[in-house]
């Protein structure tokens, strides 16, 4: 079973900047496997939950929604088995519950839809205010 426990979020003023940890525990053998995506995703008051950072190993690649693309960073720390989300020039429309995921198994044009991934973090809050 794969736990996923992020924290780093708070409370930050339109311009500033916060980074996200989610540190993985268990047993990732089979995602390791496969290959599966990890990612983080966010939902907003009254919002779907969107993805909007995830990565693919097999490819090295990572993937951004156009909303946070240039302004968030995705990156791991393998031996520390910490994911981390960088956040820069955050804004109110950034507000909302953060979590990571893992286990996303699909299409790579599928890879920041939430309905692949099987594994979930509680989630982080961040709060942007103007």
């Known amino acids: 079973q794969v736990r996923l426990a992020e924290s780093g979020g708070g409370s930050v003023q339109a311009g500033g900047s916060l980074r996200l940890s989610c540190l993985v525990s268990?047993?990732?053998?089979?995602?390791?496997?496969?290959?599966?995506?990890m990612g983080w995703f966010r939902q907003g008051p009254g919002k779907e939950r969107e993805g909007v950072a995830a990565?693919?190993?097999?490819?090295?690649?990572?993937y951004y929604s156009d909303s946070v693309k240039g302004r968030f960073t995705f990156s791991q720390d393998n031996a520390k088995r910490t994911l981390y989300l960088d956040m820069n020039d955050l804004n109110p429309e950034d507000t909302g519950l953060y979590y990571c995921?893992?286990?996303?198994?699909?299409?790579?044009?599928?890879?920041?839809?939430?309905?692949?991934?099987?594994?979930w973090g509680q989630g982080t809050q961040v709060t942007v205010s103007s």
């Open positions: 995921a893992a286990g996303g198994l699909g299409r790579a044009t599928e890879i920041l839809n939430a309905r692949i991934y099987s594994d």
């Open positions: 268990g047993d990732t053998s089979k995602h390791r496997a496969s290959g599966a995506y």
């Open positions: 990565f693919w190993p097999d490819a090295s690649k990572t």
